[in-house]
């Protein structure tokens, strides 16, 4: 499975859908419990860790994965000025030349931060 996450805001980790669904699906062999975390955030510039990474419920399917040189990820920080009232989302792409990951107003699709680009 993609996923795509926020990880951590000026420097400082945050709970975030990638730690959260590995957390939910601990001890449940392959079957992956997802889950999307919300967070509010203040109107004004910060910075933001992004991630996007496949993930998987078993440590040994992304052993495999990444063996099979089908596991890709990209992370890095990008500054990010939210506005009041507005909502965004983490999106990306995972391929094998070239991920990215960045943060899009939900509800316009707009592009908001600068993309992190994986090799």
Do not use: C
């Amino acid at each position: 499975m993609q996923l795509f996450a926020a990880t951590g805001i000026d420097g400082r980790p945050i709970a975030n859908a990638s730690s959260d669904s590995h957390s939910a699906s601990w001890g449940q062999g392959y079957a992956m419990s997802v889950v999307l975390t919300t967070r509010r955030v203040p109107a004004r510039a910060m910075r933001i860790k992004l991630l996007g990474t496949h993930q998987t419920a078993a440590p040994i399917h992304e052993i495999a994965s990444r063996a099979a040189g089908t596991f890709f990820s990209v992370e890095g920080v990008v500054d990010f000025q939210p506005e009041g009232g507005r909502h965004y989302i983490v999106k990306g792409e995972l391929k094998k030349a070239g991920s990215s990951v960045w943060i899009e107003d939900r509800e316009t699709g707009r592009v908001v931060t600068e993309k992190v680009v994986g090799k």
